[in-house]
């Protein structure tokens, strides 16, 4: 017989509770490989079940350890499919108003609706290519409004809001906005 593993979330949406049926010494097993994965995994209590911190990567990590055996319930399956369809869905239009002689590029726009809807995103642009601008907007478009999904999280860490809501005007007034206006690359920098 094999062992299986029920994955729920909980109702605030915070925790994943998991539970396993099946032998004892596999059970022991997933146990185990619970231990490394990178969110804190702990004991319930009452014990019997595990639990750890909902994210989307703890649901990719569990379903990469438990391989076949992992179960997802219904509320944990909605919610990993609504963070598939913000992963992979188009960005939206950009909902900010950049200032004046500032024309952000197409992926920049790109980026900043990444990062308006996730709150935080990499970019690996090439040098010089607006990684600032991309970087402010996108952080505007976050602390004006997020996605449903997002509803009780709108503080951005490490950033007051004051500094979010008055960078912009300022960045975009010590630009170069004909540069920008026209979409040109930057010059490029010579070696001595």
Known sequence: MSAIVVGEITADGSTIILIGQGPGEVLAGF????????????????RGGL??????PAVVQLANALGAAWRPGPSLTAWVTDQVARRVAPPAELAVTPPPGLVPRSYQVEGACMIGANGRALLFDDPRTGKTITTILGLVR????RSPGHAGRR??????GRFVGAA???VGAALDGARLAR???PAPR???
Do not use: D
């Open 168 to 170: 912009l005007p300022r």
């Open 51 to 56: 639990q750890l911190p909902a994210s989307w």
């Open 31 to 46: 146990a185990q490989r619970m231990q490394l994965l990178t969110p804190l995994v702990k004991n319930t209590e009452p």
């Open 155 to 160: 503080r951005l860490p490490g950033l007051g």
């Open 190 to 192: 010579r070696c001595r």
């Open 183 to 185: 979409n040109q690359p």
């Open 142 to 145: 976050a602390r004006r409004g």
